[in-house]
């Protein structure tokens, strides 16, 4: 059975960090795409970051809003996928999940919630 549980979500600052991360039992996240989304209040999910399975170079995407601020890896040891969002803004608040995908079907977390204060 694949599970995926965030963690790390909290209120945080403007301007302040925050690191979630993602740790998965039942797949091996390594041979995996895992995606960050999140979801803001009466706004739809939206891809945050990407990072593709060891195997294909672990190539990594970001979502315009976020370049530059939050860094996507994995701890293949830990069978983990993390987040580092740094210089958070009021507009990064909401529900963090990650995502991946095995034999067709899409898993997610249950979420992390993050609050950014102005």
């Known amino acids: 059975q694949v599970r995926l549980v965030e963690s790390g979500g909290g209120l945080v600052q403007a301007g302040g960090s925050l690191t979630l991360s993602c740790a998965a039992s039942?797949?091996?996240?390594?041979?995996?795409?895992v995606g960050w989304y999140r979801q803001a209040p009466g706004k739809q999910r939206e891809l945050v970051a990407t990072i593709t399975s060891v195997a294909s170079g672990n190539r990594i995407n970001y979502a315009d809003s976020v370049k530059g601020r939050f860094t996507i890896s994995r701890d293949n040891a830990k069978n983990a996928v993390y987040l580092q969002m740094n210089s958070l803004k009021p507009e990064d608040a909401g529900v963090y999940y990650c995502?991946?995908?095995?034999?067709?079907?899409?898993?997610w977390g249950q979420g992390a919630q993050v609050t950014v204060s102005s």
């Open positions: 995502n991946t995908n095995l034999f067709g079907a899409d898993f």
């Open positions: 039942g797949i091996i996240m390594s041979s995996r795409t």
